[in-house]
């Protein structure tokens, strides 16, 4: 379990099972955003949410990211890796704190956790083109474009898989030093 990671708006930690509610307000928005066909759908039912929370309390992959004033959750964090030193950098926020400047901020935060704490080299993360917010966070926090590919993750009533571009994105650690 990671330590609290605090900003000057907000708390980056471990979930616990009580925050099943708050992330449910956050796939909700996700799921009703134009964006939801370019990822995994993700379930909304109170039992399935709070599976799902429970098994994000249960690890560091997901870390909760809370305001600093009332420790309410807007939005996660997730860092998963397929070995110590690279990393997959994701996120998602309730479209209520979009815009705020909350993701950059617990980004930055998370982003020197990896490189500093957990001793990550690279970060990797892919986003679809049209996702503007999240390509223009991405380059912001000094990410950058590896390559283009065809992506599905969901698929139409018919049963035809959604195709969409997604991109790919690494940040260095050596990067960051100079960017951050």
Avoid at 18 to 41: G, H, M, P, R
Wanted: charged share 25%; glycine share 8%; hydrophobic share 35%.
């Amino acid at each position: 379990m990671i330590g609290d990671i605090k900003t000057s708006r907000l708390i980056i930690r471990n979930f616990v099972v009580d925050d099943w509610k708050d992330l449910q307000e956050i796939v909700v928005s996700k799921e009703a955003s134009e964006y939801a066909v370019y990822d995994y759908q993700f379930p909304t039912l109170d039992n399935e949410v709070q599976g799902i929370t429970k098994r994000f309390a249960n690890g560091d992959r997901f870390l909760a990211v809370c305001k600093l004033s009332d420790n309410k959750v807007i939005g996660y964090i997730s860092l998963k890796g397929s070995n110590d030193k690279v990393m997959d950098f994701g996120y998602c926020f309730n479209s209520v704190y979009q815009g705020k400047g909350y993701a950059t901020e617990a980004s930055i935060a998370i982003i020197n956790y990896a490189f500093s704490t957990l001793y990550v080299e690279r970060l990797t993360s892919g986003i679809a083109i049209l996702n503007y917010p999240s390509c223009k966070l991405l380059n912001k926090l000094g990410f950058c474009k590896t390559g283009e590919s065809i992506s599905s993750f969901r698929k139409t009533l018919k049963g035809n898989p959604i195709e969409f571009v997604g991109a790919s994105f690494i940040l260095e650690k050596d990067s960051w030093s100079k960017h951050g």
